[in-house]
T-cell receptor
Framework: SQKIEQNSEALNIQEGKTATLTCNYT??????LQWYRQDPGRGPVFLLL?????KEKRKERLKVTFDTTLKQSLFHITASQPADSATYLC???????????FGQGTTLQVKP | NAGVMQNPRHLVRRRGQEARLRCSPM?????VYWYRQLPEEGLKFMVY????????ESGMPKERFSAEFPKEGPSILRIQQVVRGDSAAYFC??????????????FGPGTRLTVL
């Protein structure tokens, strides 16, 4: 069956460290994968998009990798700050369909 | 440039009533998507619309739910005869297109529906 999975347990890290979040999928062939941030009571905010032919994408302190052989994307936040505390969602698209399929999200807590 | 707008932000209905949720996409965006987020669950796709057309409604419950995106005005998600299980956050997203550099979906703040 098709699945997209993120670590369901919350990730707690110390300020200044690098946070790494994982997104694994099975039985999909995504054209691209997106990462979003969601704060309590708010809508998801787009962070980064990475396509199937891209290995890595960066934006300021954020880095995303996409390994279509492992069927995995990693999301890194370097020099993390308490303001980075939120739930992070990965979502994949099989291209042209418009539909995004979301993981259940991983909650990140950065302690000062 | 205003983002995706949704209203109302909070909606309370009694069982059996109708709920109407509105979504105005970002300026220039003609693709609209509706997602539902149940408590403690992830976002689930419901429907994808372009102006006056439903493109994909594979995530919509077969009964009581309908969506439209008229030529003029916002997209509407309509839930008839609401039940307690409809209580959730409903998010709308919009995009410029569905391929190339146009497919990023931008989300609104959501409408939180509570059915008493």
């Amino acid at each position: 069956s098709q699945k997209i999975e993120q670590n369901s347990e919350a990730l707690n890290i110390q300020e200044g460290k690098t946070a790494t979040l994982t997104c694994n999928y099975t039985n999909y062939s995504p054209a691209y994968l997106q990462w979003y941030r969601q704060d309590p009571g708010r809508g998801p905010v787009f962070l980064l998009l990475i396509r199937e032919n891209e290995k890595e994408k960066r934006k300021e302190r954020l880095k995303v990798t996409f390994d279509t052989t492992l069927k995995q994307s990693l999301f890194h936040i370097t020099a993390s700050q308490p303001a980075d505390s939120a739930t992070y969602l990965c979502a994949l698209s099989q291209g042209g369909t418009g539909k995004l399929i979301f993981g259940q999200g991983t909650t990140l807590q950065v302690k000062p | 440039n205003a983002g995706v707008m949704q209203n109302p932000r909070h909606l309370v209905r009694r069982r059996g009533q109708e709920a109407r949720l509105r979504c105005s996409p970002m300026k220039g965006h003609s693709h609209v998507y509706w997602y539902r987020q149940l408590p403690e669950e992830g976002l689930k796709f419901m429907v994808y619309l372009q102006k006056e057309n439903i493109i994909d409604e594979s995530g919509m419950p077969k009964e009581r739910f309908s969506a439209e995106f008229p030529k003029e005005g916002p997209s509407i998600l309509r839930i008839q005869q609401v039940v307690r299980g409809d209580s959730a956050a409903y998010f709308c997203a919009s995009s410029l297109g569905t391929s190339g550099s146009t497919d990023t979906q931008y989300f609104g703040p959501g409408t939180r529906l509570t059915v008493l």
